[in-house]
T-cell receptor, first 109, second 115 residues
Framework: DAKTTQPNSMESNEEEPVHLPCNHS???????IHWYRQLPSQGPEYVIH???SNVNNRMASLAIAEDRKSSTLILHRATLRDAAVYYC??????????FGPGTRLSVLP | SAVISQKPSRDICQRGTSLTIQCQVD?????MFWYRQQPGQSLTLIAT?????????ESGFVIDKFPISRPNLTFSTLTVSNMSPEDSSIYLC????????????FGPGTRLTVL
């Protein structure tokens, strides 16, 4: 079973920030928090990952709670192309990915 | 990063037949993975395929139904055998980043419909 909990769906307006939450209360000290997204009719693609500190890259930011039991993926300015299913996954080195149902993000023009 | 292609991109098959899906990577990789995504569902790992060894199957998946080949470090095949309509899904392969990030790169998927 997936070790994360995400809302089934979220909506955002175009060019506004989006905060996608993920709960992972049973996270272990060596679990990395990975985010992937799956655009329509495509395979999942990597978005960002982190361990303890907040992370930024060209696609998004990842804010990790101090107790690491939750995290938030931040899209700073949503575009129509960001409409996708977003998956939050806990990964320990050598373990396989377990995908939960993810959050379906709709972006309204 | 790795670029992955899959063939065929989609197919419609009759029940009782078999389909072999090919996965090609543009670089040498140790670990390749095969996933199934049933309609409206998330991804489920079928098996892990390492070159030179037997594939490791997840619970609920067996080699007789989903035989896998991994002849070299850039190629793998998944066969869906004796198909039934319940096998209608998208089948995806992925590879793991060779570094420490555990990042996976996914192919575009093969959409299979079984009549």
């Amino acid at each position: 079973d997936a070790k994360t909990t995400q809302p089934n769906s979220m909506e955002s307006n175009e060019e506004e920030p989006v905060h996608l939450p993920c709960n992972h209360s049973t996270i272990s000290g060596t679990d990395y928090i990975h985010w992937y997204r799956q655009l329509p009719s495509q395979g999942p693609e990597y978005v960002i990952h982190g361990l303890t500190s907040n992370v930024n890259n060209r696609m998004a930011s990842l804010a990790i709670a101090e107790d690491r039991k939750s995290s938030t993926l931040i899209l700073h300015r949503a575009t129509l192309r960001d409409a996708a299913v977003y998956y939050c996954i806990l990964i320990n080195y050598g373990q396989n990915f377990v995908f939960g149902p993810g959050t379906r993000l709709s972006v309204l023009p | 990063s790795a670029v992955i292609s899959q063939k065929p991109s989609r197919d419609i098959c009759q029940r009782g037949t078999s389909l072999t899906i090919q996965c090609q990577v543009d670089s040498q990789v140790t670990m390749m993975f095969w996933y199934r995504q049933q309609p409206g569902q998330s991804l489920t790992l079928i098996a892990t395929a390492n070159q030179g060894s037997e594939a490791t199957y997840e619970s609920g998946f067996v080699i007789d139904k989903f035989p896998i080949s991994r002849p070299n470090l850039t190629f793998s095949t998944l066969t869906v055998s004796n198909m039934s309509p319940e096998d209608s899904s998208i089948y995806l392969c992925s590879v793991e980043d060779g570094g420490t990030t555990n990042e996976q790169f996914f192919g575009p998927g093969t959409r299979l419909t079984v009549l």
